[in-house]
């Protein structure tokens, strides 16, 4: 064989060549999985953070929830009243006498509850929020204007309902200086309220009845009076 | 990175079929040439990946197959240089068996050159069979352009003496 022959049997051997489908397979393997892993590697990273966070507002989400049914000196009672407080800051200035009253309401279905499931320990402390209740309300009525409104006077209606209630089951005075003040005020601007109004003669006889409680320092019997005024005179 | 992987494929589809044939001719195996081949691209695909300055691509990816196969004996304690009589068969999978089965003495040369020694081997592949210019071939062989080309004639004529042989 001549060096040429040879050199030309050399150049055959080109025909060595890897099979067509293991050369893509194995490109792709090389190229193809790496990005998937630096993709996952990435994403995950970058997704850490907003699942922490995620988790974080899914467990204060929780607690507030859970809060909800809690009572006075339970751990999770304060969450219930931040939570109260934060849907109170889109209230508008007229509906917060509303808002404070159908607070008292709660606080009063609370101690209740407490006063139902014999819990002493907390009956203390339902008691000192139900009062603070009253005279936060009591503060809200002194400014408010107009406290006229139909579900003003509802919730007004409802909460000497359920106190009476509560107190005729425990056996104690709610509020006392709160209580008083607040029926006081309450009574004080609905009488005031309805003597601008246009009254049927009954209407009036009950208005001057009322007034004269009020003169003669029972509060509670005289808003219990005007109430009923308020509420048919809507 | 999409770039550096699309000049990495450019890479792989240029140089896949020359690693394969390198590997292919030292190990007489489809596959483990296969093997050695994607380890070989792999490597260099992680190069690529640190950003490592890469000049001579293939120079760079005939360096790791190199490097490989000679790993490769040496773990399997086998010797490169075997003689034409107890060279292993092909793989009876690879294509090439099939086509060169009619053709005894293109099989013969392949029995031959994978009998030369590792230096021998390289030149004449890397010279007669894929082309590379002769200053490339100093580069891998780290000899200077004359003594490279001294040592292709003397490989060229080695080959000879061993089909003359055989």
């Known amino acids: 064989m001549t060096e040429k022959e040879l050199i030309a049997k050399i150049k055959q051997l080109r025909q060595i060549k890897p099979e067509k489908e293991w050369v893509v397979l194995t490109k792709e393997k090389i190229l193809g999985s790496e990005p998937k892993i630096r993709w996952l590697g990435l994403f995950d990273y970058q997704l850490r953070p907003i699942l922490a966070g995620a988790l974080m507002a899914l467990i204060i989400f929780g607690l507030f929830s859970v809060s909800q049914n809690s009572l006075p000196g339970d751990i999770l009672y304060p969450l219930k009243k931040i939570s109260e407080k934060g849907q109170a800051i889109f209230v508008s200035k007229s509906e917060e006498p509303k808002v404070k009253l159908e607070w008292v309401n709660k606080r009063l279905a609370e101690l209740k509850e407490v006063a139902l499931k014999n819990q002493t320990k907390k009956l203390a402390t339902a008691l000192r929020e139900t009062e603070n209740a009253l005279a936060e309300a009591a503060k809200d009525l002194v400014k408010s204007e107009n406290i006229a409104q139909k579900e003003v006077v509802e919730k007004a209606k409802e909460m000497i309902v359920k106190k009476e209630e509560i107190e005729k089951t425990l056996g104690v005075e709610i509020g006392g200086e709160e209580n008083e003040n607040f029926t006081k005020v309450l009574a004080e601007k609905l009488i005031k309220d309805l003597e601008n109004r246009n009254l049927a003669k009954e209407q009036k006889e009950i208005l001057e009845k009322a007034k004269k409680d009020f003169e003669n320092g029972d509060y509670q019997e005289a808003l219990l009076k005007v109430l009923e005024l308020s509420y048919n005179n809507e | ?166």
């Open chain 2, 1 to 166: 990175m999409p770039n550096i992987k699309k000049k990495f494929s450019k890479i792989y589809d240029k140089y896949v079929e020359q690693i394969y044939r390198f590997v292919f001719l030292k190990v007489n195996s489809q596959e483990i040439a296969q093997d050695l081949v994607s380890e070989t691209f792999l490597r260099c695909w992680e190069a690529f990946k640190d950003k490592k300055d890469i000049k001579n691509p293939r120079a760079f990816l005939y360096q790791i197959a190199r490097n490989l196969v000679i790993d490769y004996y040496r773990e399997k304690s086998k010797v490169v240089m075997v003689s034409a009589d107890s060279a292993p068969l092909p793989d009876p999978r690879e294509g090439l068996e099939e086509k060169t089965n009619k053709n005894l003495e293109l099989e013969r040369i392949k029995n031959c050159l994978s009998a030369l020694k590792e230096e021998y081997q390289n030149a004449i592949i890397w010279y007669y069979l894929e082309g590379l210019p002769v200053s490339e071939i100093a580069h891998l062989l780290g000899k200077t352009e004359g003594a490279t080309r001294v040592l292709i004639s003397r490989a060229l004529q080695a080959l000879k003496d061993k089909v003359s042989e055989a």
